[in-house]
């Protein structure tokens, strides 16, 4: 008698991280159920979320908005409830399951790291930054580890800037070829409040920092196939748990990456663009700066310890795979 195969729970299935997620795990023999807005089961079906889970073997959570669009005060608020609600939802189902999944991944952001100039951050002594999509983060991750699950393992996915056909990579693939695809760079804008912190104990003092980086801000990436490698490595790997740093072992800055970029799109030339030419050029594109004016120095301290081999460490090769529309 042949045994049914195992169960993967996948929340978040039709983004598109998520959807590679289910192709990965399926390839891998699981039975994928799907949690979302529409799928298998849906986020109003607590009982349905609840027999989903019990006897699953891997549960993956890629559910919230994205934060590829504009910072209004209702996006802001839907960014931070549609990750909370989400977590507590399905962290309330396994606690009560009777067969709770082995290992329990929730996505998280490497931007929950301050601002970085100076040194790379990783899992040991990275510094947490303060704001809006910092508090995100953390509120995110506080609600993913509440609660004792004493047989689920739990991993925190502190996602760098996945590349690949992604909202990410196509805004920036976008300004390479509208002739923007040089440096970008920092400056004074006007002042706004898009960026103030959130949730019940805001950080930082409500203002838009801006910074003098000539174009020389850290650029921490990890491509979409290191990210499914990635969560098969830790899957299988009983003694990691807590926050991973899921980025490239080899961080870039933003003159390099958009000299690639503008490789990848045939464009020779890319005007340097300042952040006073930034600002109407994301507002038309309905996003935001800090996706490139923040400088995201992240590595991976827990995988690479652990001996996790990149397929794509190099970023002029990782662009070189990335599909172009």
């Keep these: 008698m042949m045994q049914d195969s195992p169960v993967a729970v996948v929340a978040g299935a039709s983004g598109f991280v998520g959807t590679a997620l289910v192709r990965a795990l399926a390839d891998d023999g699981y039975s ?19 027999r989903a889970i019990d006897g699953s073997a891997v549960l993956v959570n890629m559910a919230g908005k994205s934060v590829n669009c ?15 609600d989400t977590t507590r939802a399905l962290r309330e189902a396994v606690q009560a399951a009777a067969e709770p999944p082995h290992v329990w991944f929730n996505a998280s952001t490497a931007t929950i790291y301050r601002h970085a100039m100076d040194r790379p951050n990783d899992e040991l002594d990275g510094e947490l930054g303060e704001g809006f999509s910092v508090d995100v983060a953390r509120n995110w991750e506080r609600e993913f580890f509440a609660g004792d699950l004493p047989r689920t393992r739990r991993v925190a996915l502190r996602m760098a800037i996945v590349l690949g056909d992604g909202p990410a990579t196509n805004t920036l693939l976008t300004l390479a070829r509208l002739g923007l695809g040089g440096p970008q760079i920092d400056g004074w804008w006007f002042a706004h409040r898009r960026y103030r912190g959130i949730g019940p104990t805001p950080t930082g003092d409500g203002t838009a920092r801006w910074h003098r980086t000539r174009g020389r801000q850290k650029f921490s990436w990890v491509h979409l196939d290191d990210v499914i490698g990635a969560v098969r490595f830790l899957r299988d790997r009983d003694d990691i748990s807590g926050p991973v740093n899921i980025a490239g072992p080899n961080p870039s800055d933003n003159r390099t990456l958009m000299r690639h ?10 005007l340097p663009a300042w952040r006073w030419m930034l600002e109407p050029a994301m507002w038309v594109l309905r996003t935001e700066p800090e996706l490139v004016l923040k400088s995201r120095w992240v590595v991976p301290h827990t995988l690479t310890a652990a001996g996790f081999t990149f397929q794509h460490p190099d970023l002029r090769d990782a662009i070189e795979h990335v599909a172009v529309r």
């Design 70 to 84: 504009r910072y209004t005060d209702s996006n802001r608020n839907e960014i931070l409830r549609s990750r909370i």
């Design 261 to 270: 970029l503008r490789e990848r799109v045939g464009v020779p030339v890319g």
């Design 32 to 50: 994928v159920r799907r949690i979302g807005r529409t799928g298998d089961v849906t986020w109003g079906d607590p009982v349905g979320i609840a």
